[in-house]
T-cell receptor, first 115, second 110 residues
């Protein structure tokens, strides 16, 4: 059973470009979470999605950031018009169900570097 | 979410037990205690969780005090590969997300 797959592993963008980060949850998991980790800081929750629905986006910046989890295919975190402050590691996690009794399985992350 | 406090860093000798403390004095009755760790440049990894009783699995043991205001994660025989940041999280049942603090940076020395 493959784990949570994120790609690309590393992504380099110039200021003003768009970044698309992909996350394929573990087989059988219908809940996806995105976290961001700035250099030398802890993980910050961004958004929680179920298939075709955004459940909680309280951690998402108000502008330029969006996320989706379509019926078919991976979850996508999209950052438009990237700025240097967007440089960070972005981690995706999945779980079969929500609730504190369900552990999260994390991917290896995408390291975004904005030049 | 209950606030947790952990030491910023700890050291442990290889082969010895690593005991990582966590205070969660404001924890409520339906909040679980979770432990995750993050090895450098990797995604976090689930270790163990519990509500009231002590728990043990193949990775670690979790000791929760009777009043539930603190807990200790025990790695019985630490190896160099256990060097990581360890996060203690208190989260209520039915929550949609986990809130990570700064954790404890554990260094296992040869």
């Amino acid at each position: 059973n493959a784990g949570v797959m994120q790609n690309p592993r590393h992504l380099v963008r110039r200021r003003g470009q768009e970044a698309r980060l992909r996350c394929s949850p573990m087989k059988g998991h219908s809940h996806v979470y995105w976290y961001r980790q700035l250099p030398e800081e802890g993980l910050k929750f961004m958004v929680y999605l179920q298939k075709e629905n955004i459940i909680d986006e309280s951690g998402m910046p108000k502008e330029r950031f969006s996320a989706e989890f379509p019926k078919e295919g991976p979850s996508i975190l999209r950052i438009q018009q990237v700025v240097r402050g967007d440089s960070a590691a972005y981690f995706c996690a999945s779980s079969p169900e929500t609730g504190a009794n369900e552990k999260l399985f994390f991917g290896s992350g995408t390291q975004l570097s904005v030049l | 979410d209950a606030k947790t406090t952990q030491p910023t860093s700890m050291d442990c000798a290889e082969g010895r037990a690593a005991n990582l403390p966590c205070n969660h004095s404001t924890i409520s009755g339906n909040e679980y205690v979770y432990w995750y760790r993050q090895i450098h440049s990797q995604g976090p990894q689930y270790i163990i969780h519990g509500l009231k009783n002590n728990e043990t699995n193949e990775m670690a043991s979790l000791i929760i005090t009777e009043d539930r205001k603190s807990s200790t994660l025990i790695l019985p025989h630490a190896t160099l590969r256990d060097t990581a940041v360890y996060y203690c999280i208190a989260e209520w049942g039915g929550s949609e997300k986990l809130v990570f603090g700064k954790g404890t940076k554990l260094t296992v020395n040869p």
